[in-house]
């Protein structure tokens, strides 16, 4: 018992200090861009409905703090799996991105709208800012069996999640609704091609 809670342990420690490649940071730009595409859909539709500048800047902070959350609490869940699956996790996890990127393209192409929410209670408030996050878990999840570098992983996951809803929101009262469409299909793209490449 005392030999696998040293396992996890150490195991824990090593995704925190796991080492930064150029190629696994352009790997988590890429990410943090496809999941922050997610948000910046969703802002649009609600800048589309009329949105004050101090609510703005509220919900944008909000949504970076749960994109930092969520897929911090989705690495060490991953981590673990990791663990369980053994060789078999790099497939599991690029199914899992196959899956999540498909579900965006095909959200996108229903037209889903977004739900009505009021984004100046706190109810309304996390309620938005977890539905966009949840797709930070789940990639969160998928970057934890490959022992991804979580300081690097929170800071653009949370940064993308919180510039691009903001940019979303300030330019969805100027914009076709078409776009916030677009730019989640793309977002499921770059995660689906990412899951093709993690599987092959």
Same mark, same amino acid.
């Given at each position: 018992?005392?030999?696998?809670?040293?396992?996890?342990?150490?195991?824990?420690?090593?995704?925190?200090?796991?080492?930064?490649?150029?190629? *696994?940071?352009?790997?988590?730009?890429?990410?943090?861009?496809?999941?922050?595409?997610?948000?910046?859909?969703?802002?649009?539709?609600?800048?589309?409905?009329?949105?004050?500048?101090?609510? @703005?800047?509220?919900?944008?902070?909000?949504?970076?703090?749960?994109?930092?959350?969520m897929p911090l609490a989705g690495m060490f869940a991953g981590?673990? @799996?990791?663990?369980?699956? /053994?060789?078999?996790?790099?497939?599991?996890?690029?199914?899992?991105?196959?899956?999540?990127?498909?579900?965006?393209?095909? !959200?996108?192409?229903?037209?889903?709208?977004? *739900?009505?929410?009021?984004?100046? !209670?706190?109810?309304?408030?996390?309620?938005?800012?977890?539905?966009? !996050?949840?797709?930070?878990?789940?990639?969160?999840?998928?970057?934890?069996?490959?022992?991804?570098?979580?300081?690097?992983?929170?800071?653009?996951?949370?940064?993308?999640?919180?510039?691009? !809803?903001?940019?979303?929101?300030?330019?969805?009262?100027? @914009?076709?609704?078409?776009?916030?469409?677009? /730019?989640?299909?793309? /977002?499921?793209?770059?995660?689906?091609?990412? /899951? @093709?490449?993690?599987?092959?």
């Open positions: 018992m005392f030999g696998r809670e040293t396992k996890r342990t150490w195991g824990r420690l090593a995704l925190i200090d796991a080492p930064l490649h150029a190629g *696994q940071l352009l790997t988590l730009l890429i990410i943090a861009l496809a999941l922050g595409l997610d948000a910046f859909s969703l802002g649009l539709g609600i800048g589309l409905k009329g949105i004050r500048l101090p609510d @703005v800047l509220k919900l944008g902070a909000v949504i970076a703090l749960f994109h930092v959350l981590h673990y @799996v990791s663990g369980l699956l /053994g060789d078999v996790a790099s497939t599991a996890a690029g199914i899992l991105l196959v899956l999540l990127g498909g579900h965006m393209i095909y !959200s996108s192409l229903r037209g889903e709208a977004v *739900q009505s929410f009021d984004h100046r !209670s706190l109810w309304g408030l996390l309620v938005l800012a977890i539905s966009v !996050s949840v797709d930070s878990f789940s990639v969160g999840i998928t970057l934890g069996m490959f022992a991804a570098n979580i300081w690097a992983t929170i800071l653009l996951f949370g940064l993308f999640g919180g510039l691009l !809803s903001i940019m979303g929101l300030l330019l969805g009262r100027k @914009v076709s609704g078409n776009l916030g469409e677009y /730019g989640e299909a793309c /977002g499921g793209a770059i995660l689906l091609v990412f /899951g @093709v490449l993690f599987i092959f």
